[in-house]
Antibody, heavy 117, light 108 residues
Framework: QVRLQESGPGLVKPSETLSLTCTVS?????????WGWIRQPPGKGLEWIGN???????YYNPSLKGRVTMSVDVSNNQFSVKLTSVTAADTAMYYC??????????WGQGTLVTVSS | EIVVTQSPGTLSLSPGERATLSCRAS???????LAWYQQRPGQAPRLLIY???NRATGIPDRFSGSGSGTDFTLTISRLEPEDFAVYYC?????????FGQGTKLEIK
């Protein structure tokens, strides 16, 4: 059964860059699935951040105004997200997911990132 | 961007009852591109339904989805204690793939 695990700093200072990695186990990232990130501010709903294919094609949510970049590391079966110029509004639980046609079939357990000085 | 609206915001029912949750999109989407997720407290969401009516692997048959165009429904035929959670619908037809704000299903 596929397993996804997010990792990265739990605390980021305002104006700095949030960086998270998702490690995929029991399933090759080098397949016909897409891989993506979804976030959830505390007590709120879900927001689509974007997704990436193993060959590198990406889609990012325009609401993030060019602050997001995703990459994939096939050799380590990982994919990553960077979000620049963070503010308190970026405080959220960040989930990585395995996707097909936009549907998140498998999810990581999530990692809470707090933006605070 | 397609806006997805769920109703009601909160649904109070008892175990054994039938739950009907609604999801409306701001523009028509193919039934192929509508999904439902369940999120229990402290857990990640999990996929329940894709393609509006297809149950994901391991999902009990008391969960069913229907609808087309702009209006979709998730039905839970007989509520079990573990079904009390928050439910989200998502349109996957047009990026960005937007979610509804959620329906909280609580024990009456």
């Amino acid at each position: 059964q596929v397993r996804l695990q997010e990792s990265g700093p739990g605390l980021v200072k305002p104006s700095e860059t949030l960086s998270l990695t998702c490690t995929v186990s029991n399933y090759s990232i080098n397949t016909d699935y897409y891989w993506g990130w979804i976030r959830q501010p505390p007590g709120k709903g879900l927001e689509w951040i974007g997704n990436i294919y193993h060959r590198g094609s990406t889609y990012y949510n325009p609401s993030l105004k060019g602050r997001v970049t995703m990459s994939v590391d096939v050799s380590n079966n990982q994919f990553s997200v960077k979000l620049t110029s963070v503010t308190a509004a970026d405080t959220a639980m960040y989930y990585c997911a395995r996707l097909r046609v936009g549907v998140a079939y498998s999810w990581g357990q999530g990692t809470l990132v707090t933006v605070s000085s | 961007e397609i806006v997805v609206t769920q109703s009601p915001g909160t649904l109070s029912l008892s175990p054994g009852e039938r739950a009907t949750l609604s999801c409306r999109a701001s523009q028509s989407i193919s039934y192929t591109y509508l999904a439902w997720y369940q999120q229990r407290p402290g857990q990640a969401p999990r996929l329940l339904i894709y393609g509006a009516s297809n149950r994901a692997t391991g999902i009990p048959d008391r969960f069913s989805g229907s609808g087309s165009g702009t209006d979709f429904t998730l039905t839970i035929s007989r509520l079990e204690p573990e079904d009390f959670a928050v439910y989200y619908c998502q349109q996957c037809g047009s990026p960005p793939y937007t979610f509804g704000q959620g329906t909280k299903l609580e024990i009456k």
